[in-house]
């Protein structure tokens, strides 16, 4: 019964108030005559369009999947073994043996090439 109570003073107090005029209510929405958006700048120029961009990140997907392929999995260590093991086949099959002679030529080669780095700065 309290909340009877309380209810109906409320509503005798809204009444009072809207009565006085205190609170206006507009009964009709008010409608705008121009319903078009106005900007301070135009839109930009419709171009061609173009996926490069697209295609680049496919691409780069494509090489960051192949690399995890190569160096995590051990699918991809077993691949690198064959080529490895087939880069040797072919050494084996050009009868391909390093000699002595081999290595003094190479480390010559290496030499020269350190002693002009250093003469360059």
């Known amino acids: 019964m309290s909340f009877n109570v309380v209810r109906a003073s409320f509503r005798t107090v809204a009444s009072k108030q809207l009565r006085r005029g205190a609170?206006?209510?507009?009964?009709?929405?008010?409608?705008?005559?121009?319903?078009?958006?106005?900007?301070?700048?135009?839109?930009?120029?419709?171009?061609?369009?173009?996926?490069?961009?697209?295609?680049?990140?496919?691409?780069?997907?494509?090489?960051?999947?192949?690399?995890?392929?190569?160096?995590?999995?051990?699918?991809?260590?077993?691949?690198?073994?064959?080529?490895?093991?087939?880069?040797?086949?072919?050494?084996?099959?050009?009868n391909f043996v390093p000699t002595k002679n081999d290595y003094i030529k190479v480390m010559e080669f290496l030499i020269f090439l350190y002693a002009e780095y250093n003469d360059i700065q």
Do not use: C, H, M, W
């Not at 409608?31 to 780069?60: C, E, H, I, M």
């Not at 690399?67 to 051990?74: G, P």
């Open 23 to 94: 609170v206006q209510v507009n009964s009709r929405p008010v409608f705008r005559s121009n319903f078009n958006r106005t900007y301070s700048t135009p839109p930009p120029p419709q171009g061609d369009k173009s996926s490069k961009g697209l295609y680049v990140g496919l691409g780069a997907v494509a090489v960051i999947g192949a690399a995890y392929y190569f160096y995590a999995t051990t699918s991809g260590k077993e691949a690198s073994t064959a080529v490895k093991s087939g880069l040797q086949a072919a050494k084996v099959k050009a």
